[in-house]
């Protein structure tokens, strides 16, 4: 990969520039990096590119979106994990949508954290927060990672297996908790309130 991109700033500089001199090479590059993941989706005329870079632990997520009637500024954060999925919705249905990515740690326990936002009215984005599992003394009780999030309808529902004491990270036998979110605005921002637990043995 090292090569190829050295072979081609190469031509660049000898061939493409002197013909073009307003041509910028870093950009094609930029371009045409390979992506670890790649999603598009649209939801009430906002669109969003997002995608990731990187094959280790660390990987440099970016999400660019476009039709903000403001601020269309892309987004990045540096992740350690892969992105799962990514789904946009309306769940508190003000008619502008929210980006939901998700993802899923390296190692075994596979923990599960989420990048959100919210799209102000279609102007621009901030960030949904989601408290972290262990402040929930409750809930958090018999967690060992391994989640999966999805939107049911109109909430953000996180599900996990429960693990007893004696549980090995492969053989879970607690059954499985599913929580479930409403998106509210809080005093400063944009949250993911939790509104339901139920346990499935």
């Known amino acids: 990969m090292k090569k190829s991109i050295l072979s081609f700033m190469i031509l660049c ?6 013909n073009h001199p307003n041509f ?4 094609v590059i930029e371009e045409t990096k390979a992506y670890s993941f790649e999603k598009k989706l649209t939801l009430q005329g906002i669109d969003f590119h997002v995608t990731t870079t990187g094959k280790g632990s660390l990987r440099q997520l970016t999400i660019t979106p ?10 990045t954060h540096e992740i350690d994990g892969v992105v799962t999925n990514v789904e946009v919705a309306d769940l508190n249905a003000d ?21 959100a936002y919210s799209t ?5 984005l901030s960030e949904i ?4 599992l262990e ?5 958090s009780v018999g967690y060992m990672g391994h989640d999966k999030f999805t939107i049911i309808e109109n909430s953000f529902a996180r599900r996990f297996p429960i693990y007893k004491k004696e ?3 492969a053989k879970p036998t607690g059954g499985t908790r599913q929580l479930e979110y409403k998106l509210k605005m809080g005093e400063a921002s944009w949250q993911l309130k939790l509104i339901k637990s139920t346990e499935v043995k």
């Open 13 to 18: 500089a000898s061939v493409v520039h002197a």
């Open 24 to 27: 910028d090479c870093s950009k």
């Open 66 to 75: 476009s039709g903000l009637e403001r601020d269309n500024t892309v987004i």
């Open 95 to 115: 008619g502008s949508p929210e980006i939901y990515v998700y993802i899923t740690s390296a190692g075994s326990g596979s923990y599960g954290s989420l990048v």
């Open 120 to 124: 102000n009215n279609k102007k621009s």
């Open 129 to 132: 927060y989601l408290a972290p």
């Open 135 to 139: 402040e929930d003394k409750t809930n």
């Open 167 to 169: 549980d090995s990270n």
